[in-house]
């Protein structure tokens, strides 16, 4: 990985994924571009400069002259922050997405270490984890209550949470990305589900439309009384979108042998709140969750747990 410099002409900078050189290797004339998307990761917007000496030609000088990524294959690492293209020009805020850790407590992250505990085995989930805050049952998702929320919406005071957000705002539909070694999806209830593809990274790609399993609305109250009482479980200020709440499933070979807490992860020492301690072994990773209609993604921080 390198910077590219681009104080002088512009340059384009291309490679094709694993997957695109495979398909132009066949030779066979069907190797087609037919999707692309665009985003603006490295931009710094706080750069651009509404006066300059110089003119109005120089007003973005120092963005178009900001050094860039050279480009590389892996998909995980790049695309957070994609453009899109809205037809209402009067927008003066566009939504995002948010961990809601308000709503209850499945949905709060570990109070000492910002993260989302996985237990990987019957012992991580009963013998010094049992009341861990944030800790999800990767062994037996259908036995635990814990799951992940993310609330979309517009997150501004200056809009009532009362109103229907904008339709052509909404996410309606979610790509989940996760490492399919360490684990998979299931629903809030515990229901196991397919992933849609799986990349040459090992990245496991799931598509949730709003079906209620996973997707579904967010509450709008409109009764001045029941407001106040639901926005203290909403971490979105302005209208509300929708919701998508999964559990997650440790694969069966972190339960059943340590090689790759081994290779990927390390040791960190739990106590219980008897006082008794625990040398835990963690595997650090992310669930990437976008939205189709804007490209806003959001990584969730996941710490895989096995005593």
């Not at 994924?17 to 030779?27: E, M, P, Q, S, V």
């Not at 963005?63 to 037809?87: C, D, R």
């Not at 998979?184 to 790609?205: K, M």
Request: charged content about 20%; hydrophobic content about 40%; aromatic content about 10%.
């Amino acid at each position: 990985m390198a910077f590219l410099d681009n104080s002088g002409d512009i340059i384009l900078d291309a490679v094709l994924t694993d997957t695109g050189r495979f398909r132009l290797a066949k030779g066979d004339g069907t190797f087609k571009i037919v999707k692309f998307a665009l985003a603006d990761d490295e931009i710094d917007y706080g750069t651009y400069k509404s006066i300059a000496d110089s003119g109005s030609a120089y007003y973005d000088i120092q963005i178009l002259q900001t050094p860039v990524l050279e480009a590389f294959t892996n998909n995980t690492s790049t695309m957070k922050s994609k453009l899109i293209s809205v037809a209402n020009t009067n927008l003066l805020y566009l939504p995002i997405m948010k961990i809601n850790n308000l709503y209850e407590s499945a949905t709060k992250l570990d109070a000492n270490r910002d993260v989302f505990m996985v237990g990987v085995n019957n012992d991580s989930m009963t013998t010094f984890l049992s009341t861990t805050q944030g800790l999800l049952n990767g062994n037996k998702p259908a036995d635990g209550g814990n799951y992940i929320r993310v609330d979309q919406g517009l997150n501004t005071n200056e809009i009532s949470p009362t109103l229907i957000i904008d339709p052509s705002l909404r996410e309606d539909v979610y790509s989940v990305q996760m490492d399919n070694r360490l684990g998979s999806l299931v629903s809030p209830s515990g229901v196991p589900t397919n992933f849609s593809f799986l990349d040459d990274d090992n990245i496991a790609h799931y598509n949730f439309a709003k079906d209620n399993n996973y997707v579904s609305d967010i509450q709008v109250e409109t009764d001045p009384n029941l407001v106040a009482g639901l926005n203290t479980q909403m971490v979105i200020a302005g209208p509300r979108g929708t919701k998508i709440c999964f559990k997650i499933k440790a694969n069966n070979d972190l339960a059943s042998n340590d090689f790759l807490f081994n290779k990927l992860g390390s040791t960190f020492t739990y106590v219980s709140d008897g006082g008794s301690t625990a040398a835990v072994k963690f595997i650090d990773s992310t669930v990437r969750v976008m939205g189709a209609t804007t490209g806003y993604a959001i990584d969730i921080p996941v710490r895989y747990i096995k005593k």
